[in-house]
């Protein structure tokens, strides 16, 4: 399954959560119609019987489309504004979840080795699938084995693990469970979490709101006559709302759960399909079922977001109906059909400093894999929203490719804002761009940034935007004042010259999406625009300016442009070249923000054009690959690092 049908399937797994969580809460409605026909028609019958004896009995009426509309109204109301409460919380993002389930993020320069051996995994997988480095976040008092992903959009997840995954998993182990929980970044399996956990405890609170009336029962309760009838309704509404709302609640779990289960069993194929390595993940899920404790989480949220975690996170009630993830056993026969049935009872890891040094060079490593062949358009486009064993071990030798202080200063408060300013200087201006550091930024990020140039300088052309990459989650978490004078200085040396190149305006959109944008509450990103004729002159921009950063020959230009129309027949008569005097930044910018709410279907036909027309003369360069990879990541199909000539 590529990454447009599992974005195709996201989407519609959600509708049919909608529809299922519609039927819940219209079960509720009625049940609490039910409820309050008889409660009014008990209190009815018992007025009338203290006022007249010789009256007959009161019959219950059970169907009064006042009392309906009233209690659909409130229920409405309760579940609704409790569900958007919980959304606001969760929408600050993956890092807002993760510290509420307890998290510590990792400090990047961190000298624990298992922390590092888990950032060095995170970011290989990030580099390799081409999306934003998540921040990581670690659970130092859970002593379970466990992880999970969080988070509305790429650009804001974040990945946690416990610190028993630290002490238990070797470096493979650890490898399967974080590629599964890539595959619910990819999969876009996060915001339909986000969406699970805000409208159950929508339902929730119904039941909530009940128990808190019985509570205050007790508080009210003595006397006699009107005061006993008062109490009497009190502890009648009371219980009637907890049944009502705790019923809804039970039927909601219900749904996430089941929901919950089926993409765990993709999730694992798919980590098993990233690494090749199903004994990594199999023997991680063997782990869990021989530890004492296995993969249960202490903290008080874990019920309530158990279903983003790696494993079962807490002990499922009514026989399993709420259980969030398949039983292990089922887990590790569909990833290993010949295990033996045993469980594996974790001793500690003891070759964390033997993997940390033969990550970092010290140790003899294992030989070069052949260079990889370089990709087919189509091939290329199957690569978006996923990565393969090879792209990771590309991805470990791009980094390698980096020198070490250009990988620590990424990791470093102080000094990721300065290593990209170093990136955008362009060496035909530099005194001038380093005066203009010194101006907006002072004389600290001015060092930092003539120390990193030289190192800047001579990185290859795919190791550019990997690099920014790693700078990401620092980025994110600056302060307000520290984003704002970083903003300001980065527009200030791409504007320098007074031009600006393509790869200038793609590394300034990408900082805008992963750390501008990211930082604010995200909203709701489903497709908005399902017309191909709806974008043809956004497309036929798009495709130009790829076109005029392939070549400076205006015919090589024309023959690129029409290699990647040629891709899109349904816009034969509407795509039309423009030269690089026709369009400027700002309308490709628009142009790319409309893509970016066009459908899965429009987005992958545009991506596989704009592939054509880079390779449209047989070889993709390397600056050429990234340009294609920055276009992809703003319209929010991820692209790995493309196989590029040099």
Same mark, same amino acid.
């Given at each position: 399954m590529d990454f447009f049908e599992a974005q195709a399937r996201a989407h519609q797994r959600t509708k049919r959560l909608v529809l299922l969580f519609a039927l819940a809460v219209g079960g509720t409605i009625v049940t609490s119609y039910l409820a309050a026909v008889l409660l009014l028609g008990q209190a009815g019958s018992r007025s009338r019987d203290r006022s007249d004896y010789d009256e007959p009995a009161a019959v219950t009426q059970w169907w009064d489309p006042q009392i309906f509309a009233? !209690?659909?109204?409130g229920t409405l109301a309760v579940v609704g504004l409790a569900s958007l409460y919980k959304w606001s919380q969760l929408r600050a993002g993956g890092s807002a979840i993760a510290e509420l389930a307890g998290g510590r993020r990792l400090d990047p320069h961190t000298t624990d080795l298992r922390e590092r051996r888990l950032l060095n995994v995170v970011e290989e997988m990030a580099i390799a699938s081409g999306v934003p480095v998540p921040a990581v976040f670690v659970m130092d008092d859970e002593p379970a084995l466990n992880a999970f992903a969080a988070g509305l959009t790429t650009s804001d997840a974040a990945v946690a693990v416990t610190r028993g995954t630290f002490d238990k998993l070797n470096r493979d182990e650890l490898q399967g469970v974080i590629a599964h929980e890539f595959s619910h970044i990819l999969n876009g399996d996060m915001r339909l979490n986000v969406k699970l956990t805000?409208?159950?405890f929508g339902i929730l609170v119904i039941g909530v709101i009940g128990r808190g009336v019985l509570q205050s029962f007790g508080r !009210?309760?003595?006397? #006699?006559?009107?005061? $006993?009838?008062?109490? @009497?309704?009190?502890? @009648? !509404?009371?219980?009637a709302l907890m049944i009502v709302g705790y019923i809804g609640y039970f039927f909601g779990r219900l749904i996430q759960a089941a929901v919950s289960r089926q993409r765990e069993f993709l999730a694992d194929a798919s980590a098993v399909q990233f690494t090749r390595n199903p004994g990594g993940i199999a023997n991680a899920l063997r782990k869990i079922g021989g530890f004492a404790i296995g993969s249960n989480i202490d903290s008080s949220h874990a019920a309530e977001i158990g279903h983003f975690f790696f494993a079962q996170s807490f002990r499922s009630n009514f026989g399993g109906l709420w259980a969030t993830h398949p039983p292990l056993d089922e887990r590790i026969r569909a990833v290993d059909p010949q295990? +033996? #049935? &045993?469980?594996? +009872?974790?001793?500690?890891? !003891? +070759?964390?400093a033997r993997e940390s040094f033969v990550a970092a060079g010290f140790a003899k490593k294992k030989p070069a894999p052949p260079p990889l062949q370089p990709l087919s358009p189509v091939a290329a486009m199957a690569l978006a929203g996923s990565f393969t064993p090879e792209r990771v071990t590309d991805a470990q030798q791009l980094l390698d490719r980096i020198p070490p202080r250009l990988r620590e200063a990424a990791r470093q408060p102080g000094e990721a804002a300065a290593l990209v300013y170093a990136l955008l200087i362009d060496p035909v201006n530099e005194e001038k761009l380093f005066a203009l550091i010194g101006s907006l930024a002072g004389g600290d990020?001015?060092? &930092? *940034?003539?120390? /990193? /140039?030289?190192? %800047?300088?001579?990185?290859?052309?795919a190791a550019r935007l990997p690099l920014i990459n790693l700078t990401l989650p620092?980025?994110? $978490?600056l302060s307000d004042a520290a984003l704002g004078q970083f903003a300001r200085t980065a527009d200030a040396l791409i504007m320098a010259d007074g031009e600006v190149s393509v790869f200038e305006f793609m590394i300034q959109k990408a900082l805008i999406r992963h750390v501008v944008v990211a930082r604010q509450p995200q909203a709701h990103d489903s497709p908005a625009i399902f017309s191909f004729q709806a974008v043809a002159a956004e497309i036929s921009l798009v495709l130009s300016v790829l076109a005029s950063a392939s070549s400076d020959d205006t015919a090589a230009q024309t023959a690129a442009f029409a290699a990647g129309a040629a891709q899109l027949p349904l816009l034969a008569n509407s795509l039309n070249f423009a030269p690089a005097d026709a369009w400027n930044f700002p309308q490709l910018d628009a142009a790319l923000d409309k893509l970016? %709410? *066009?459908s899965g279907p429009i987005k992958q036909r545009a991506l596989l054009a704009a592939a054509h027309v880079v390779s449209s003369d047989g070889v993709i360069l390397a600056t050429e690959a990234e340009l294609l990879r920055a276009v992809a990541d703003t319209l929010g199909c991820p692209l790995p690092p493309l196989h590029a000539a040099a």
């Open positions: 009233g !209690v659909a109204l805000a409208i159950v !009210v309760r003595g006397g #006699g006559g009107k005061k $006993n009838d008062s109490v @009497a309704v009190v502890f @009648a !509404v009371g219980l295990w +033996d #049935g &045993r469980f594996i +009872d974790p001793p500690e890891v !003891v +070759d964390v990020a001015l060092v &930092r *940034t003539q120390e /990193f /140039f030289p190192l %800047t300088s001579q990185l290859p052309a620092v980025l994110r $978490n970016a %709410t *066009t």
